[in-house]
């Protein structure tokens, strides 16, 4: 490995047994705070997709992963919904990667969105089966 401005740059798998612990979640060290909005509209507009590397990224990226298939998503369309989650990728910035795990607010939200449509489905559902029942009384 390569350490590379207060980082390290490791060509190939990285295998760790303990935690990785990366910059804070404290809210005391937070200030402009903003509510992830429209959540779930988001989401919806974001892919995920199979895909194997074309030649571009062995050719400009030096990656070279044989037909080896992965899972992922479009930095392009993710810039577009959480431009916070999206940097320029480290072995070609002219190309972008996606940081996964900046992906999971923007998940929770959607499933607190998507938890109280169903809240209020239920409570429709609930009342139209209380209320065919009175009728029928």
């Known amino acids: ?53 074309n030649e571009t990224a062995k050719v400009e990226c030096n990656i070279d992963t044989g037909d080896q298939r992965f899972a992922g ?19 070609n910035n002219e190309y972008l990667t996606v940081q996964y795990e900046k992906l999971v607010p923007l998940l929770i939200e959607a499933v607190k969105e998507l938890s109280a449509k169903v809240d209020t489905l239920e409570a429709s559902v609930t009342s139209h089966t209380f209320n065919a029942g009175k009728a029928r009384e």
């Open 1 to 53: 490995f390569e350490t590379v401005s207060g980082g390290v740059t490791i060509t190939g798998a990285l295998e760790v047994t303990g935690d990785i612990t990366a910059l804070t979640s404290d809210i005391r060290l937070k200030d402009e705070i903003s509510p992830i909005t429209k959540a779930l509209d988001k989401v919806k507009s974001i892919n995920g997709f199979t895909y194997k590397h």
């Open 73 to 91: 998503v479009s930095a392009q369309e993710i810039q577009a919904v959480l431009p916070e989650a999206v940097k320029p990728a480290p072995s």
